[in-house]
C-alpha cells in the first residue's frame, strides 16, 4: 500500500517561498507520475496545480508557470515542489498524489499573508 506524506508548508509573507516535499513508502516511485494539487478551502475541490512523469516531464497549471517547479528524487523516494513568488490566492492545503495507486497524501498547509 503506497503511503504519502507531506510536509514542508508554512506561513510566509507574500514574494516569499516555500519548498514542499512528498515522501512516499510502500512502492518505489521510479517510473511513476507523481502531482500536486491544492485545496484552497474545504469548500472546494482540489484543483490540479503540476505533475511530473517518469521520465521528469513536467506540466503546470497556468497560475503557477514561472514560479513554481516540481521535481523528484527517486533516490529519496521523494517529490518535491518550489514555489516562489507566493500569492495570498495560493494558500491551501497542497497534496501529493501518485497516479497509479490513486494514493494521496494528508496535504500540507501553506499560507501566504498580504
Known amino acids: 500500500q503506497v503511503q504519502l506524506v507531506e510536509s514542508g508548508g508554512g506561513l510566509v509573507q507574500a514574494g516569499g517561498s516555500l519548498r514542499l516535499s512528498c515522501v512516499a513508502s510502500?512502492?518505489?516511485?521510479?517510473?511513476?507520475?507523481m502531482g500536486w494539487y491544492r485545496q484552497v478551502s474545504p469548500d472546494e475541490t482540489r484543483e490540479f496545480v503540476a505533475?511530473?512523469?517518469?521520465?521528469?516531464?513536467?506540466h503546470y497549471a497556468d497560475f503557477v508557470k514561472g514560479r513554481f517547479a516540481i521535481s523528484r528524487d527517486n533516490a529519496k523516494n521523494t517529490l518535491y515542489l518550489d514555489m516562489d513568488n507566493l500569492k495570498p490566492e495560493d494558500a491551501g492545503v497542497y497534496h501529493c498524489?501518485?497516479?497509479?495507486?490513486?494514493?494521496w497524501g494528508q496535504g500540507t498547509q501553506v499560507t501566504v499573508s498580504s
Open positions: 498524489t501518485e497516479y497509479l495507486s490513486g494514493a
Open positions: 510502500g512502492t518505489a516511485l521510479s517510473g511513476r507520475a
Open positions: 505533475r511530473i512523469t517518469g521520465d521528469r516531464i513536467t
